[in-house]
């Protein structure tokens, strides 16, 4: 008794069964609830699919198309307009006016779609693809339901869901108040986007440290004398109690995989706000696993998608990866609520990206780094599989660092006194190649993004730039917003001089409008690819 677990309880000796045994019956009853959940999930699913399809698929006929008419009505709107008819000749005449224009306002409810760009989108023309996408916002938006835009980086999420919400005050009447969250690398990009396409928009901005945050609530905020505010995931975590006292009809979320897991801070304070519809952009809807998808699913329909391990068990990854039945049902699952093009299916002018990979050798210092790096754990490596997990991470960045540029070592670089000069380029074997690449590119007149996952390096870099006379800008996660803004600007300028734009891969791959670049050097790549692909 003395050696008993603590909590260990007593069971009696008819219910002991052997931990591993599994009852076929029970496991068969299971299996069975799990499909009649599912075919219940894909019942709601086609119900969304059924309202909102129809107006999105159709092909109008003029550039606006208007169907007019009165909107059926629920059984029991039905009935209610008819108890307040009977009560209508009990009231006073001003009353009655006011009644009988809320009922004119309620059933002259239009369905809109458009052909081609709305009047109201002054600063160009949206492609017929983004006229599509569009439409299925708005069809999702007249039928109450909140979805995803997941577009492919560079279709242009931005300028539609801006074209949506001018919608909502150019032809419902509501101009807001909107909320959109974006990273704070994209805040200035967001900004000018708004005020190039649709002028009409009231946007502001809330950024800044503790006493600009408080100045801009008090006055511009509160007062109520805009539209959409503009703003970063750090300002919504530290001024949660102000947005809370909002009632926003559209909640925007930009780069939305920001939201995949459920239990972060994040993710629990836009749960708290109230709102009356949600939209999610993402480039990357699916990332690591299908959880994270779920995560997204619940914040927008928490009613359809309840169950995180209804979820998990109904599209079981484990066991089922691969599988053309596992695609299906995701596809089946998710038309209604997600909508998804690439550049190579709607955009055919564009020629086709061409992706170079350089494999290349390490430079003599490099090597005996790398020895060393190994050398001195030598017996971690050789523990047969019962290293410490974070120990071997270490190694693996130490190794990365090292396949990068030695001088990411303290000691490395020789000094002092210390100098920039060819060693800086001949003691790592990417550089040597990025130094004759940067050459010739600069020779045809190329404009360059060069991102790297460590700021350490891209001050290696910036020491490289200065010594070769090559202009530049740079932005990672330490650049401050007002710097971030005049460095894109300068960049995208014309007839700038700057050749190349240096930014940290995942403070610089969010949404950042850098389209007078031609070409993208990735100089060493995340662990997670989709962080690379969303950068390029």
Not at 192 to 210: M, Q, T
Not at 269 to 287: A, C, D, S, W, Y
Not at 442 to 467: A, H, K, N, P
Request: aromatic share 8%; net charge positive; charged share 30%.
């Amino acid at each position: 008794q003395k050696n008993d677990p603590p909590f260990q309880l007593k069971l009696p000796p008819k219910a002991a069964r052997p931990e591993k045994e599994v009852d076929p019956e029970y496991e068969e009853k299971m299996k069975a609830d799990r499909a009649k959940r599912f075919e219940f999930l894909l019942k709601q699913t086609e119900l969304f699919a059924h309202f909102i399809q129809p107006a999105a698929q159709k092909s109008p006929t003029s550039p606006l198309k208007v169907k007019l008419g009165r909107p059926r009505m629920k059984k029991d709107e039905k009935q209610s307009l008819i108890s307040a008819g009977e009560y209508r000749h009990r009231r006073t005449e001003q009353e009655e006016d006011e009644e009988l224009l809320s009922e004119s306002r309620k059933t002259s409810n239009v369905c809109i779609r458009f052909e081609e760009s709305p009047s109201y989108v002054k600063g160009g023309t949206l492609r017929d693809y983004q006229v599509r996408g569009l439409n299925w916002m708005i069809s999702l938006y007249e039928n109450g339901v909140n979805g995803i835009l997941a577009d492919e980086m560079g279709l242009g999420k931005t300028l539609q869901t801006i074209a949506l919400l001018g919608y909502l005050k150019h032809y419902r009447n509501i101009p807001g108040p909107h909320m959109v969250l974006v990273p704070k690398s994209t805040l200035h990009n967001w900004m000018n986007e708004f005020k190039r396409w649709v002028p009409s928009l009231r946007a502001v901005c809330l950024i800044g440290d503790k006493d600009a945050r408080a100045a801009f609530i008090r006055d511009v905020m509160m007062p109520g004398e805009w539209d959409v505010c503009v703003t970063s995931y750090e300002m919504v975590i530290k001024e949660k109690s102000v947005f809370k006292k909002f009632n926003w009809r559209y909640l925007v979320i930009d780069e939305a995989h920001r939201i995949k897991n459920e239990k972060s801070k994040l993710s629990e304070i836009v749960r708290e706000f109230k709102t009356t519809n949600r939209l999610l952009l993402t480039g990357t809807p699916l990332q690591n696993n299908l959880h994270e998808l779920w995560a997204l699913l619940n914040f927008l329909l928490p009613d359809v998608f309840n169950s995180a391990d209804d979820f998990d068990s109904w599209f079981d990854t484990k066991n089922c990866l691969g599988d053309q039945k596992l695609v299906e049902r995701l596809h089946a699952v998710l038309k209604p609520f997600l909508l998804r093009r690439i550049k190579g299916e709607v955009e055919k002018s564009l020629p086709p990206k061409k992706e170079v990979k350089i494999y290349l050798g390490l430079s003599k210092m490099q090597r005996e780094w790398y020895t060393r790096i190994l050398m001195k754990d030598i017996d971690i490596l050789n523990s047969a599989g019962k290293m410490d997990k974070m120990r071997l991470l270490n190694i693996l960045m130490q190794l990365r660092k090292c396949c990068n540029h030695p001088y990411l070592f303290d000691g490395a670089e020789p000094g002092p006194p210390y100098t920039t000069d060819t060693h800086l380029i001949t003691n790592s074997g990417k550089m040597l190649v990025l130094d004759k690449l940067l050459a010739k590119l600069r020779e045809q007149g190329s404009r360059v993004l060069l991102f790297s996952q460590m700021t350490r390096l891209l001050d290696i870099l910036e020491d490289y730039c200065m010594w070769r006379g090559y202009e530049y800008c740079r932005l990672d996660g330490q650049t401050p917003h007002e710097e971030r803004e005049e460095a894109i600007d300068t960049f995208n300028a014309p007839n700038s001089s700057k050749f190349i734009f240096m930014l940290s891969t995942r403070a610089g791959g969010l949404g950042i409008n850098l389209a007078t670049a031609d070409v993208v050097i990735l100089y060493d790549s995340d662990w997670n690819p989709q962080v690379d692909l969303q950068a390029m």
